[in-house]
């Protein structure tokens, strides 16, 4: 409860603040008298599109720790939190990005890694992947998360999501008109309302489809995640036994804004929805 009542807090508070910046600049003033301005609406888009991929982005590490309770180590207090810090130490200089945070968090077995950029990121393992795998194995895990980091991906599937919004935003408010001006255009209360909820229905409908393009992304740099750490690692052998074992549970899913980074994307019903690819598909690619 405490997760979602987060990410709805956070999403609003984009938004109101998305919004604001757009009357601002007048860019939520696309919908004119003489019809659409599609230089303000491309804007307005781009603003929503972008401005809540990248602000979420920034947020990302606070977001992280606050939606899973993870606790960064400042100084280790055991050996176990030792051997992380050092571990993640030795893969980061290996991978030549600067050392993430480091923070464990009370769940099932699953990581992630998150952050604004290479140089500003953090890892996070599970009490549950500690518990139940071999630390070869946690290692391989971790050097999967740092492959994250190193290439990029928080930040490309963000510029993915970008892009992917402002078409959302743009196209359904362009289709949203045509459909306006051809069904309702004699009455102007049936009219405005008939555009409202004609662009509700179609950006909940385009993004679905953007969600599909932003997963089918994130199951490609599971790939490169998953050839990152048999590369940190020397050898693939101790990532094929870590994804065995987790293809043998059922972890609860991570958040929805760091179900892409996470070792294991859990269950899903529509495999096109899916943040990471079946477990034995990474593990056949991983073996060639």
């Not at 599609?38 to 606070?62: C, D, E, N, V």
């Not at 009490?127 to 930040?155: F, I, S, W, Y």
């Not at 740099?221 to 990152?228: F, I, Q, S, T």
């Amino acid at each position: 409860m405490k997760r979602i009542l987060l990410f709805l807090l956070t999403n609003l508070a984009i938004v109101l603040v998305l919004g604001a910046t757009a009357s601002l600049l007048g860019l939520n003033s696309y919908l004119t008298a003489n019809g659409l301005n599609l230089g303000a609406l491309l804007g307005f888009a781009a603003l929503m599109g972008f401005g809540g991929s990248f602000i979420s982005l920034w947020l990302s590490k606070p977001i992280a720790r606050w939606s899973t309770g993870a606790k960064v180590i400042h100084a280790p207090r055991d050996e176990t939190e030792r051997w992380l810090m050092d571990t993640v130490a030795a893969l980061s200089q290996k991978a030549g990005i600067r050392m993430p945070d480091v923070a464990i968090y009370e769940g099932d077995p699953n990581a992630f890694a998150t952050g604004p950029s290479r140089n500003n990121s953090l890892v996070a393992v599970s009490t549950g992947l500690l518990q139940l795998m071999p630390r070869a194995e946690v290692e391989a895990v971790l050097a999967h998360e740092v492959a994250h980091v190193a290439n990029g991906d928080m930040v490309t599937l963000t510029l993915i999501q970008g892009v992917v919004n402002t078409f959302v935003f743009f196209l359904a408010r362009v289709v949203a008109y045509g459909i306006q001006k051809t069904f309702a255009r004699d009455n102007e209360a049936i009219s405005g309302l008939a555009y409202t909820l004609t662009v509700v229905v179609l950006d909940l409908l385009f993004g679905v489809l953007a969600m599909v393009i932003v997963a089918y992304f994130s199951r490609v740099r599971e790939y490169r995640a998953d050839a990152g750490a048999a590369a940190l690692k020397g050898s693939p052998d101790s990532m094929i036994r870590a994804l065995h074992r987790l293809g043998k549970m059922d972890p609860e899913p991570l958040p929805k804004q760091l179900a892409a980074s996470g070792v294991s994307g859990g269950k899903r019903v529509l495999a096109l929805l899916s943040t990471h690819p079946p477990i034995e598909d990474r593990i056949a690619a991983l073996s060639r």
